[in-house]
């Protein structure tokens, strides 16, 4: 698997991805200068929101930022940023062309799928995604969700991991089928969900700089002073990579917030957003927020104290009660991302099913998955995450790379 995973995820891809955040960002002209102008409402857009930043704030806000730091150094933070603001363009750009889609066929499945099969006349390539989508939404948004919840429990010694991974399920179980369809019930709980969610992780890693008595000023010299050396700008590729295999697990670097994969189209898609230029400015808002807000408060709390992962970090100015709390985090991070996957899993579906009610049966899988995840390597399901990855990233990039040429030389 690593093997594969090396060559999948080797510069090619890297490369790829760089370059059309670099395309985009300039087509785009420079989507992070612009939000406020397209930053509008819509009725159930705040519940589209939520529920896209559920999915993507996964652990990897955690422990993809730490790894991309263990491997490259203080410097592999600059890399993450740059990454993300490229993310941003593709977020922009997938979600735009997404909203448009929408408008013009509005009684068609919506997502990636819409764009690929009718702007660029692919039905094979649609499903191809769909169906890849579909994987990571039961692998990289379940059970690699629900094994680090359950590694993380397991760690502080409150539960064995395959008990926490049972229970964690059950929960999860008892919100999606709580409504018919999987999408109401994740966009419902992940509106009150996130806000907690990202304020209590926010809170926690302030006070713990602050508590560290370290000078910020001196950090961030650090990071700019490392940040172009080999060993910095590697750590900060492989960073990206992780973070993006599992998304709301590792993968946070090379771009964020899921960016590239097309997978927030699928719930802002019903959104009701004002237009396609404000759902694409609120996606991009989504990988700020995720990446240059969450990770960046996750580094400077790694670095200001001195260790490798946060978990110590907490566990050194705040005892044993610092770790549950990290603990507390990545159970809500997970808990929220494998909600909001769940509605993604149920998106692609509803294309492949052409419409026909597969959705008890696909509940069940999903939530039987994640009761398994516990008996699972870590590392294996992330692993298998990375190489489903690759099928959504293809086939989106292809597709809304190729629209935004179609549509001509100058900016959108």
Not at 88 to 103: H, K, P, Q, T
Not at 394 to 404: D, E, G, H, R, S
């Amino acid at each position: 698997m690593e093997t594969i995973n090396a060559v999948l995820w080797g510069p090619f891809t890297v490369g790829a991805i760089l370059l059309c955040g670099i395309y985009h960002t300039y087509k785009s002209g420079s989507i992070l200068l612009r939000l406020k102008k397209y930053l509008g409402g819509g009725k159930g857009s705040g519940r589209a929101v939520m529920s896209a930043l559920a999915a993507s704030m996964g652990t990897g806000n955690i422990t993809g930022c730490a790894a991309a730091i263990t491997t490259g150094g203080p410097g592999a933070v600059f890399w993450m940023w740059i990454s993300a603001l490229l993310g941003m363009a593709l977020a922009y750009s997938e979600n735009r062309l997404g909203g448009e889609y929408a408008e013009r066929y509005p009684h068609k499945p919506k997502g990636p799928m819409l764009y690929i099969e009718k702007g660029l006349g692919s039905k094979k390539l649609a499903v191809i995604y769909a169906a890849a989508c579909l994987c990571a939404a039961l692998v990289m948004g379940c059970m690699s969700q629900t094994a680090a919840l359950s590694e993380a429990v397991s760690e502080q010694g409150l539960m064995p991991k395959w008990t926490a991974g049972l229970i964690s399920s059950a929960a999860a179980a008892f919100v999606i089928f709580s409504s018919q369809k999987a999408a109401d019930a994740a966009m419902n709980a992940a509106e009150k969900l996130v806000p907690v969610m990202g304020l209590l992780y926010a809170g926690g890693c302030i006070a713990l700089i602050i508590l560290t008595g370290s000078s910020l000023s001196d950090i961030f010299r650090e990071i700019l002073t490392d940040a172009f050396t080999f060993r910095a700008a590697a750590g900060g590729i492989f960073g990206g990579a992780v973070s993006k295999a599992v998304s709301v697990g590792l993968r946070r670097g090379i771009f964020s917030n899921e960016a590239g994969m097309g997978s927030s189209v699928l719930v802002h898609s019903e959104g009701g957003f004002s237009s396609p230029e404000s759902m694409g400015a609120w996606a991009a808002l989504e990988v700020f927020l995720d990446t240059i807000v969450c990770c960046t408060l996750t580094a400077l709390a790694i670095l200001s104290s001195g260790k490798e992962t946060l978990s110590e970090a907490f566990t050194l100015c705040f005892g044993r009660g610092g770790g549950i709390f990290i603990c507390l985090c990545v159970c809500l991070f997970a808990w929220a991302a494998v909600l909001g996957w769940c509605c993604y899993g149920e998106k692609c579906l509803e294309y492949l099913a052409e419409g026909k009610e597969s959705f008890v049966l696909y509940k069940l899988i999903f939530c039987l998955c994640g009761g398994l995840a516990g008996f699972f390597s870590l590392n294996f399901l992330f692993g298998l995450s990375d190489i489903i990855n690759v099928f959504l990233i293809f086939p989106n990039l292809i597709a809304v790379t190729c629209l935004t040429i179609k549509e001509g030389k100058g900016r959108y």
